[in-house]
């Protein structure tokens, strides 16, 4: 299966991301895939605020994954939030352990996630973003988790 869903400007691929939050639940890896300047860090923002990030945790510039506070009545407390496009090896990504950091009330977006799949096997969404012409953003979920969360996708693809 696969949801769809149209942002036509920059706010619409936020909001879209602010509502995807309510088919989040802890555990969840979420690979983001697309093009330099599709649209993953901006869905991202959108996550996060849907999820109540309230903090933004202090990071290098070149961490490649930052973790965010949330306060959410979803059971989510952290979000992961990893950009893996200047990883080189499918090991360094292993490195970054962002399996373990979403064991528990945590969820984990992975930006370039289709360079990072093989570590995460298949329970995970892939929500992938191409440009049209008039710069909209369409964003595509699939995946066997993404298959699991139909009746909350179904609500997320109608808006
Ligand atoms: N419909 C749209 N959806 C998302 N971003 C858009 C859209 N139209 C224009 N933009 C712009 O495109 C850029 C997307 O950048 P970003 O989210 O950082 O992409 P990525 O993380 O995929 O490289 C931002 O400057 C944003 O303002
Ligand atoms: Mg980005």
């Known amino acids: 299966m696969s949801w769809r869903r149209y942002g036509a400007t920059a706010e619409d691929t936020k909001v879209a991301g602010e509502e995807f939050a309510s088919v989040l639940r802890p555990g969840d890896v979420i ?41 959410n009545d979803r059971g989510i407390s952290t979000l992961h939030h990893a950009d893996v496009y200047r990883v080189g090896s499918v090991a360094e990504v292993l490195d970054l352990a962002i399996g373990e950091l979403v064991e528990e009330s945590a969820v984990a977006l992975v930006e370039w996630g289709e360079i990072a799949s093989s570590v995460f096997g298949v329970d995970v ?35």
Do not use: Y
Not at 59 to 64: H, I, K, L, N, R
């Open 125 to 159: 969404m892939r929500v992938e973003f191409t440009i049209d012409e008039n710069e909209g953003r369409t964003l595509a979920v699939t995946g066997a988790l993404a298959d699991g969360r139909s009746q909350e996708l179904d609500r997320w693809a109608k808006r």
């Open 31 to 71: 690979l983001l895939s697309g093009q330099l300047g599709a649209g993953k860090t901006t869905f991202a923002q959108g996550v996060a605020r849907g999820l109540g990030v309230v903090e933004r945790a202090t990071s290098p510039t070149f961490t490649m994954v930052r973790e965010h506070e949330c306060v």
